[in-house]
């Protein structure tokens, strides 16, 4: 089975500041991760994820993301914050279940804050 | 492309009314999915479907029905609606079929409902 957490339910940085967002995972099988993005009143879109391969990957809006198996981790960075930034992010991990399918498990979220 | 478009945006019911949530994708997606998110609790899966005529329960299915006999089409049904519904749900659409989780979903606007 499959869980996600998301350590801290509100972040606030000040405008150019690093952007630290934690997600940590549990999964009986190789993970994918998933990083999304909401902006209030909209539905979800995908900031970056991974599969397989490199364990940092990039995302769109300068964001990325570091896989440590060791850790179960997959925290999301910014270098530098923007105003635009302030949102809702998730973080998701997908895996198999016994019927054949497969489903994505959400963690709770974080909002974002971004000082001028 | 509209991707997937949910419908109404915005509902009030009264308690025991009945009402579907209509989504629908263009995308030729196999899996669909209906969450419902809550504050601080963030996407609980309510149903989902690999393929039209296959469905499946998620984390919550409780008061809540689907179909899928299109693979356009998955509707979400409330029985008898409660105020514990009160909830702003998405459906989201994914392609690949059983075994392919590495994919990302595609979400709709959401449908923000209230049961008074």
Same mark, same amino acid.
Not at chain 1, 47 to 54: E, M, Q
């Given at each position: 089975?499959?869980?996600?957490?998301? $350590?801290?339910?509100?972040?606030?940085?000040?405008?150019?500041?690093?952007?630290?967002?934690?997600?940590?995972?549990?999964?009986?099988?190789?993970?994918?991760?998933?990083?999304?993005?909401?902006?209030?009143?909209?539905?979800?879109?995908?900031?970056?994820?991974?599969?397989?391969?490199?364990? $940092?990957?990039?995302?769109?809006?300068?964001?990325?993301?570091?896989?440590?198996?060791?850790?179960?981790?997959?925290? $999301?960075?910014?270098?530098?914050?923007?105003?635009?930034?302030?949102?809702?992010?998730?973080?998701?991990?997908?895996?198999?279940?016994?019927?054949?399918?497969?489903?994505?498990?959400?963690?709770? %979220?974080?909002?974002?804050?971004?000082?001028? | 492309?509209?991707?997937?478009?949910?419908?109404?945006?915005?509902?009030?019911?009264?308690?025991?009314?009945?009402?579907?949530?209509?989504?629908?994708?263009?995308?030729?997606?196999?899996?669909?999915?209906?969450?419902?998110?809550?504050?601080?609790? %963030? $996407?609980?899966?309510?149903?989902?479907?690999?393929?039209?005529?296959?469905?499946?329960?998620?984390?919550?299915?409780? %008061?809540?029905?689907?179909?899928?006999?299109?693979?356009?089409?998955?509707?979400?049904?409330?029985?008898?609606?409660?105020?514990?519904?009160?909830?702003?749900?998405?459906?989201?659409?994914?392609?690949?079929?059983? %075994?392919?989780?590495?994919?990302?979903?595609?979400?709709?606007?959401?449908?923000?409902?209230?049961?008074?």
């Amino acid at each position: 089975a499959q869980s996600v957490t998301q $350590l801290g339910s509100h972040v606030s940085v000040s405008e150019g500041a690093l952007v630290l967002l934690r997600c940590n995972y549990s999964s009986s099988v190789p993970p994918y991760l998933f990083w999304y993005v909401q902006y209030p009143n909209q539905g979800l879109q995908l900031l970056l994820k991974y599969t397989t391969g490199a364990t $940092l990957v990039k995302g769109i809006n300068g964001f990325e993301a570091e896989f440590k198996k060791s850790e179960t981790s997959f925290h $999301l960075t910014k270098p530098s914050a923007h105003m635009s930034d302030a949102a809702e992010y998730f973080c998701a991990v997908s895996g198999p279940v016994y019927t054949g399918g497969f489903k994505t498990i959400f963690g709770a %979220g974080t909002r974002l804050f971004v000082k001028a | 492309n509209a991707g997937v478009t949910q419908t109404p945006k915005f509902q009030v019911l009264k308690t025991g009314q009945s009402m579907t949530l209509q989504c629908a994708q263009d995308m030729n997606h196999e899996y669909m999915s209906w969450y419902r998110q809550d504050p601080g609790m %963030g $996407l609980r899966l309510i149903h989902y479907s690999v393929g039209a005529g296959i469905t499946d329960q998620g984390e919550v299915p409780n %008061g809540y029905n689907v179909s899928r006999s299109t693979t356009e089409d998955f509707p979400l049904r409330l029985l008898s609606a409660a105020p514990s519904q009160t909830s702003v749900y998405f459906c989201a659409s994914r392609p690949g079929q059983g %075994g392919v989780w590495d994919t990302e979903a595609f979400f709709g606007q959401g449908t923000r409902l209230t049961v008074v």
